[in-house]
């Protein structure tokens, strides 16, 4: 398989606390990954270095793009979007004031081709990219099952629903790695079902690398296929699903070890 991100010795120190400590991960196009380990673990942290909210502190990022190897730590969130990577936030980050169609819209910006002159003097070039943008929202509603309320406020849906709108609008700009931080939290089992079946829809269709962190193991194990753990902001193992749920290492993370 082909890798499509490379992650050496990572690290992430704020003053004095080693948030994430020498990280390492290859992920390779297509997979979908799961990144588990207890509160406080470091999962965010890490996400947010991957995707230039934070600047590490050392260690690098090797993004593949087109067989050219680009070193993205550091580089700033819009840059690294632009090279194809998208993510959702573990507290949802929607616009409220805006329709669902306008949430996944305004996302589009960055493969929108007409200049400033064309969308003053609406020239035939604005008005062709404005249709095409519209179709291609109304595209990614009818995947995530929220195009009867394209029309509706985005502060009005059900919780589970704003949850599919946020991963429309991260599929609105054409990703190659999707990021989902927590994508199931506070879902009822339904939902969560519905999630996990809409995240493997997604992931075929769109030939999508996909990496989540979450707490629902039920979902981890039943759809990734390898999982890294973090603990202390240390990965302390990886492996299949199998092979993670009987590693001693990370049985004691999470219950702790007996005296």
């Not at 991960?25 to 673990?41: C, D, K, R, S, V």
Request: charged share 25%.
């Amino acid at each position: 398989m082909k890798t499509i991100l490379n992650v050496k010795n990572l690290t992430k120190n704020f003053g004095g606390l080693c948030a994430v400590s020498n990280v390492s991960m290859t992920i390779n196009e297509g997979e979908l990954i799961g990144l588990i380990g207890p509160n406080g673990a470091g999962k965010t942290t890490l996400f947010n270095l991957l995707t230039g909210v934070y600047e590490p502190s050392s260690g690098l990022i090797e993004l593949m793009d087109q067989d050219k190897s680009i070193q993205i730590g550091g580089l700033k969130p819009y840059k690294i979007t632009n090279l194809g990577v998208a993510r959702t936030f573990q507290n949802i980050r929607l616009f409220k004031s805006m329709t669902v169609l306008e949430n996944v819209k305004v996302a589009m910006h960055k493969n929108i081709r007409y200049g400033t002159l064309a969308a003053i003097l609406r020239l035939p070039t604005y008005y062709k990219e404005e249709k095409w943008v519209e179709e291609k929202a109304e595209e990614l509603l009818k995947e995530v099952g929220l195009y009867s309320l394209r029309n509706e406020l985005a502060t009005n849906l059900p919780y589970g629903k704003q949850r599919r709108l946020e991963i429309a609008r991260a599929l609105a700009i054409q990703p190659k790695i999707l990021y989902l931080d927590e994508p199931a939290a506070g879902m009822n089992p339904q939902e969560t079902k519905e999630l996990t079946e809409l995240i493997d829809h997604i992931r075929e269709k769109y030939k999508l690398t996909v990496i989540l962190i979450e707490h629902d193991m039920s979902l981890v194990m039943k759809i990734c296929e390898r999982i890294y753990v973090l603990n202390n902001g240390c990965m302390i193992s990886s492996g299949t699903p199998d092979e993670v749920r009987t590693d001693p290492v990370v049985i004691e993370a999470y219950l702790g070890k007996e005296e």
